[in-house]
C-alpha cells in the first residue's frame, strides 16, 4: 500500500468551542459524496462539546466548510453534549446516524469517567434519520437499554448485515458512584425494522473474569456476510494496553469466534473492507512507535500483512508510557493530542483514513488517502 494525498480536514482553532476536534467519522454516500463528521469542543472532554460535519465532493481531497445539524438535546430536564456521530446509508439518501449523548446535569463539573470507582457519566445512544443525505434530519429518538449494560458507549456505527438486519455495537459500564469491580463487555442488538425497536443484547466479547476490557469496538461487515470486530484490549490487573484482538462471526453478530491476537497494539480504526475482501485496517500505536499507522490483509479473517504497512502519522513527542491502574489510565486519554482514526472504501477503490492529530492547543482533523 501507498499514502498519494493527504491533508487537514477541518483545523481546530485554538483558544474557542472548536479547540479540539476529535471521534471522526466518514462514510461514501451513493451519490458520490463524502461525509465526514467529528466532534468539537473547548477540550476532549467539555460541556460544550457539538457534532459538526463536512461534505466533500472530489473522493475527500476538499472539504465544505463546517455545519452543526443538530443542537444538543436536553433529555429528561438534564442538559447533555453529543460526543460522535456515526452514519450508515440504509438505501440511496436515507442516513441513519447514531450519537451517543453525555448527560452533563446530574453530577455537575464531572469528567466522563470517575477517577475514583471507574464509573462514567449517565449516556444514552440517539438514532436519527436523514432522506436528504445528511442535510435535515428528524429529532432523535432514544435506543431503549437493559439495566445490566449500564450508561452506554457507542463506538461504531450501525452495521447493515447480510441477512437484512442492522446491529448495533454497545460497550457496557458502570455507574457514576458504582465502586463494585467493573465487569465490562461488549454486546450487540439487532434491528429488523430500520432501526425502530431492537431484540436482546448477544454479547460479542468479553472476559467473564473482569480482568481484560475489550475497548472500542471496531466492526467491519464483509462482501460474504461475515462481521469483524477490531478490540483496543486492555488488562486491568496488569495495568497495560495489549495487542489488538479480532473476533469474527458468521452469523450475522450471533455467535463470534475466540479473540485472536493480531500481533501487534493498541487501538484500532474502523476498517476498510474492499469489493474484493481485503481489508485495511489502521490502528494507533501510542507506546512503541507512537505513531497511526495501516495493514492489509487479503479477508477478514486473514493475517495482516507487515509488509504491507503504511505509516500515517508520526508523533514527535507526548505522553511516554501507560499508567499503572484502570482509573489512572481512563483519566490519562485526555492527554492524547492524536488517534481515533477511521476508515472508508471510496468508489474508486482508494481507502481513506480520517483521525485527529495537533497540540495541546489545537487538535485538527486530518485525512490520508491510501491506494492499496
Avoid at 433529555?75 to 460522535?84: A, P
Avoid at 449517565?122 to 432523535?140: F, I, K, Q
Wanted: net charge negative.
Amino acid at each position: 500500500m501507498q499514502i498519494t494525498e493527504s491533508g487537514i480536514l477541518s483545523r481546530a482553532q485554538a483558544g474557542t468551542s472548536r479547540a479540539a476536534l476529535t471521534f471522526p467519522t466518514v462514510t461514501a454516500l451513493a451519490d458520490g459524496s463524502v461525509v465526514a463528521t467529528y466532534r468539537s469542543g473547548t477540550n476532549k472532554d467539555s460541556e460544550d462539546e457539538t457534532v459538526e460535519f463536512v461534505r466533500s465532493l472530489d473522493g475527500g481531497r476538499t472539504w465544505s466548510e463546517p455545519w452543526r445539524p443538530f443542537e444538543n438535546p436536553t433529555l429528561g430536564g438534564v442538559y447533555g453534549s453529543l460526543r460522535v456521530c456515526y452514519l450508515t446509508e440504509l438505501s440511496a439518501g436515507h442516513l441513519l446516524g447514531a450519537s451517543m449523548w453525555i448527560d452533563r446535569g446530574t453530577y455537575p463539573g464531572g469528567g466522563l469517567f470517575n477517577e475514583e470507582t471507574e464509573g462514567c457519566l449517565p449516556m444514552d445512544v440517539l438514532l436519527a434519520d436523514s432522506r436528504d443525505g445528511g442535510d435535515t434530519w428528524s429529532p432523535w429518538r432514544v435506543v431503549p437499554m437493559p439495566d445490566e449494560v449500564g450508561p452506554p458507549s457507542l463506538t461504531a456505527p450501525v452495521l447493515q448485515l447480510a441477512d437484512g438486519s442492522l446491529a448495533l455495537s454497545i460497550e457496557t459500564n458502570k455507574a457514576y458512584n458504582d465502586a463494585s469491580q467493573w465487569m465490562q463487555k461488549v454486546v450487540f442488538f439487532h434491528s429488523r425494522d430500520g432501526g425502530q425497536s431492537w431484540g436482546e443484547p448477544v454479547t460479542a466479547g468479553e472476559d467473564r473474569s473482569g480482568r481484560i476490557f475489550n475497548w472500542d469496538l471496531r466492526c467491519g461487515v464483509a462482501e460474504d456476510g461475515r462481521v469483524a470486530t477490531f478490540s483496543w484490549t486492555y488488562d486491568s490487573v496488569a495495568g497495560k494496553y495489549l495487542n489488538i484482538h479480532r473476533r469474527v462471526s458468521g452469523d450475522h453478530g450471533q455467535s463470534w469466534s475466540g479473540a485472536e491476537d493480531l500481533g501487534f497494539a493498541d487501538q484500532a480504526a474502523r476498517p476498510a473492507v474492499l469489493a474484493d475482501g481485503r481489508v485495511v485496517l489502521a490502528w494507533v500505536d501510542r507506546f512503541g512507535s507512537r505513531s497511526i499507522r495501516a495493514r492489509m490483509a487479503p479477508a477478514v479473517d486473514a493475517p495482516f500483512d507487515a509488509a504491507s504497512e503504511v505509516v500515517i502519522y508520526q508523533q514527535v513527542e507526548g505522553p511516554g508510557g501507560a499508567s499503572g491502574s484502570t482509573s489512572e489510565t481512563l483519566s490519562e486519554m485526555s492527554l492524547w493530542t492524536f488517534g481515533l482514526p477511521y476508515a472508508e472504501t471510496l468508489p474508486d477503490g482508494a481507502v481513506l483514513v480520517i483521525y485527529y492529530a495537533g497540540t495541546d492547543a489545537a487538535m485538527d482533523i486530518r485525512w490520508a488517502r491510501i491506494e492499496p
